[in-house]
T-cell receptor, first 112, second 115 residues
Framework: QQQVKQSPQSLIVQKGGISIINCAYE??????FPWYQQFPGKGPALLIA?????SEKKEGRFTISFNKSAKQFSLHIMDSQPGDSATYFC???????????FGDGTTLTVKP | NAGVMQNPRHLVRRRGQEARLRCSPM?????VYWYRQLPEEGLKFMVY????????ESGMPKERFSAEFPKEGPSILRIQQVVRGDSAAYFC?????????????FGPGTRLLVL
């Protein structure tokens, strides 16, 4: 049973555009939702994370929107740059636990 | 402060051999997590260890896989009698506490290829 569903699988955006990646979760015990960025040959790196007590969190060009009733959250990358081209993973877990459940990833390509 | 280190970065094994993957957490981190990433898929949790203890091994296959994190030295993920389906990237992550809210720092991964 896949507990975190991520879409789209791949995304192509023009430089300066907005990239939007969506995730949905099933386990209502999840209360921590991080996004990771992974470049080829590297490990994932935490990009931004949110807890369900807020509906939005912004850090620079990256924004997480969270809809608790729909059990959905999304990553918005504003003014997308070629250097943002990477694979993005959403994840979910319990804040007081250690492990995360990951989505299958979205490969983002930002065209110059 | 060096990041999470994993070695080897690439490992080739023939079917039936053993694979040993090592993970040295960041300095001061006593919690280690192992994940497996199959091609075109996300990371799948395997096991969570604290020094000398396995905290959660709910993602570990029941056979051939084992993990340890001794008092001294790196954490080891051991795969016995490897099969082609074990070919994947194996990542470890470390954190200072066991709380997911504490940033988990990932290593660069070990890419295992089983021939």
């Amino acid at each position: 049973q896949q507990q975190v569903k991520q879409s789209p699988q791949s995304l192509i955006v023009q430089k300066g555009g907005i990239s939007i990646i969506n995730c949905a979760y099933e386990n209502t015990a999840f209360d921590y939702f991080p996004w990771y960025q992974q470049f080829p040959g590297k490990g994932p790196a935490l990009l931004i994370a949110i807890r369900p007590d807020v509906s939005e969190k912004k850090e620079g060009r990256f924004t997480i929107s969270f809809n608790k009733s729909a059990k959905q959250f999304s990553l918005h990358i504003m003014d997308s740059q070629p250097g943002d081209s990477a694979t993005y993973f959403c994840a979910a877990g319990a804040f007081n636990a250690g492990k995360s459940t990951f989505g299958d990833g979205t490969t983002l390509t930002v065209k110059p | 402060n060096a990041g999470v280190m994993q070695n080897p970065r690439h490992l080739v094994r023939r079917r039936g051999q053993e694979a040993r993957l090592r993970c040295s957490p960041m300095k001061g981190h006593s919690h280690v997590y192992w994940y497996r990433q199959l091609p075109e898929e996300g990371l799948k949790f395997m096991v969570y260890l604290q020094k000398e203890n396995i905290i959660d091994e709910s993602g570990m296959p029941k056979e051939r896989f084992s993990a340890e994190f001794p008092k001294e030295g790196p954490s080891i993920l051991r795969i016995q009698q490897v099969v082609r389906g074990d070919s994947a990237a194996y990542f470890c992550a470390s954190s200072p506490t066991g709380y997911l809210g504490e940033t988990q720092y990932f290593g660069p991964g070990t890419r295992l290829l089983v021939l």
